[in-house]
């Protein structure tokens, strides 16, 4: 039987001929390039075919091309034209392949195509909805997405790469940052069998989980050498539920070969990552996320970390996890509160992208795994860009310097994290001027159950005053928010007046 091949898939500008030929030496395999084949096929350049038969005609004998060589193809490497996978001889005949998506933003893509002589890149307008058209179709069929980073930078993400090539089934998101990249692997029923572990198999795993998931879920990582269960809740996220932890891996005889999984939510996620970080000076963790804040944000990224009684993640490491285990259907055990809960954190991640992922979230489309992987991917990429929040990675704290403020003055114990970041968001949109998306949000919140309106007990001015101990503010400046202009369109490290603030905290309390 003919064996798969890898096919390289991104929209103009993407870097796929440079990427081949990175995957085709890595691999030690041919690389062909369908539009390279066409040209030869029809005798003359592409835009001269498209001046000369029209866009059909191209269509016709790409689709031609492309299906012969992926239906022909026997390993290697293939780079598939832009648009072929509009035909639905193609789509079918890339299912046995590899599929890796080299993900571009649209202004990259604009700055690259407009240079060249592409029939498709001559106005900005045309060329923007063809990006939305197809960025739909990749999701669906790749099985490895790569971010926009210089390519070069991805060669580690290569060997893991051709491994998921042997291991054919979940989708594979490349996570970037400066101190290296790991795998994120998501597939629903991924749990009941497993990728590649990133880790050797004289490196023994420990799991860190909580009691819940210690119930439902913590069993199905097989290979397991020990596992430390600590109480479920924000409540728990303490440096004295860490030294317990610290102390039960003495006593289990962990060592620096070893490493942690870490199964749960964000806060064993959070945990268990600083745990992980500090043990030794640092030994490896493996992500598991199991509830929707952590499948859609917490589990990447590598801040981890505990709460202190007078702020929220006051103490903490940046640690990136080895790999990220995403199975969707964990989800299912989860109580309708925590779902709803992590739907706040998806409606921020959503105005933080904008294009397919908040149109989908605004239609009030249920949470699906596609939500959770355009999730992961927007976060994912906002790390790549700053894994150390000097500057765009601030974007993810939209709405919680009040979200943080909330769950501070209440002990940590009357909202969970996603109410509060819910509430927060309201507020950002507030300062943000944006009454229109703080409605819409609202509604979309409320639709799932989650609070627009704070306890009438809690004091505004305490909220008020908690948002000035947020660790984004530096020096005496006061605190900087996060704002919205549109879905797409956040700004970070704006300042806003104090009296806004209040009055934005103010709103938030129910109406006598
Ligand atoms: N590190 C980051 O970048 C980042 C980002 C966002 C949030 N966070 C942190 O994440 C934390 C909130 O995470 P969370 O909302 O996941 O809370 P959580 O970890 O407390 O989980 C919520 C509850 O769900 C239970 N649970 C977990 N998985 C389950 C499952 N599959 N079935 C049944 N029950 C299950 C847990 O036992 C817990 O009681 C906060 O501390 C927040 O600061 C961190």
């Not at 930078?153 to 291991?167: D, F, Q, S």
């Not at 942690?260 to 490896?284: E, K, S």
């Not at 996060?482 to 129910?510: C, F, K, M, N």
Request: aromatic share 6%; net charge neutral.
């Amino acid at each position: 039987m003919a064996r798969p091949a890898i096919v390289l898939i991104g929209f103009m500008g993407a870097g796929k001929t440079t990427g081949g030929r990175m995957f085709a030496s890595a691999l030690r395999c041919r690389m062909s390039d369908t539009d390279k084949r066409l040209q030869r096929r029809v005798g003359m350049s592409i835009p001269e075919y498209f001046a000369k038969h029209g866009e059909a005609a191209f269509r016709e004998i790409e689709e031609e091309v492309a299906g012969e060589l992926l239906e022909r193809a026997d390993g290697g490497v293939i780079s598939l034209g832009g648009g072929t996978l509009q035909s639905e001889r193609v789509r079918r005949a890339l299912e046995r392949h590899t599929v890796v998506l080299l993900h571009v933003g649209r202004a990259t893509a604009w700055k690259r195509a407009k240079r060249s002589d592409r029939p498709l890149a001559r106005d900005r307008a045309g060329f923007d909805r063809l990006y939305a058209e197809r960025q739909a179709v990749y999701e669906q069929v790749a099985d490895v997405i790569l971010p926009e980073v210089d390519r070069q930078l991805l060669k580690p993400a290569v060997a893991v790469i051709a491994e998921a090539h042997r291991a054919k089934g979940a989708q594979l998101l490349w996570a970037h940052t400066d101190s290296g990249g790991y795998p994120v692997w998501l597939r629903p029923g991924l749990l009941r069998e497993l990728p590649p572990w990133p880790l050797p198999e004289s490196s023994r795993r420990f799991a860190i989980t909580d009691e819940t998931v210690a119930e439902h879920h913590a069993g199905r990582i097989p290979e397991l050498s020990g596992m430390i269960e600590i109480p479920p809740g924000e409540a728990h996220k303490t440096l004295e539920t860490c030294e317990r932890t610290w102390g039960s891996l003495v006593e289990q005889g962990v060592t620096r070969a070893d490493h942690v999984v870490a199964i749960g939510g964000g806060v064993v996620g959070d945990l268990a990552g600083f745990v992980a970080a500090t043990f030794q000076r640092g030994i490896p963790v493996v992500q598991v996320p199991t509830t929707l804040v952590a499948q859609v944000d917490s589990a990447y990224g590598g801040k981890t970390g505990v709460d202190l009684p007078a702020a929220k993640n006051y103490v903490g490491a940046y640690h990136q996890p080895a790999a990220v285990m995403v199975d969707p259907d964990v989800l299912s055990t989860l109580p309708p509160e925590e779902l709803a809960a992590g739907y706040a954190e998806v409606v921020k991640t959503a105005l933080i992208s904008g294009g397919a992922l908040w149109e989908q979230v605004a239609s009030g489309a249920p949470v699906d795994p596609l939500t959770v992987m355009r999730c992961a991917r927007t976060k994912l990429q906002v790390v790549a860009d700053d894994e150390r929040d000097g500057g765009r990675r601030q974007v993810l704290n939209l709405g919680h310097t009040v979200g943080h403020a909330i769950e501070t003055v209440t002990d940590y114990r009357r909202y969970r994290h996603g109410e509060a970041v819910g509430l927060g968001l309201l507020a950002a949109l507030r300062l943000s001027g944006r009454d229109d998306l703080r409605a819409q949000v609202a509604e979309l919140l409320a639709g799932v159950g989650l609070p627009t309106t704070m306890d009438a007990a809690i004091d505004v001015d305490e909220v008020h005053a908690a948002t000035a101990r947020d660790k984004k503010r530096l020096g005496s400046a006061p605190v900087p928010f996060v704002t919205v202009r549109e879905p797409g369109d956040v700004r970070y490290g704006q300042q806003v007046g104090d009296r806004d603030v209040r009055a934005a905290i103010a709103e938030l309390a129910p109406v006598a």
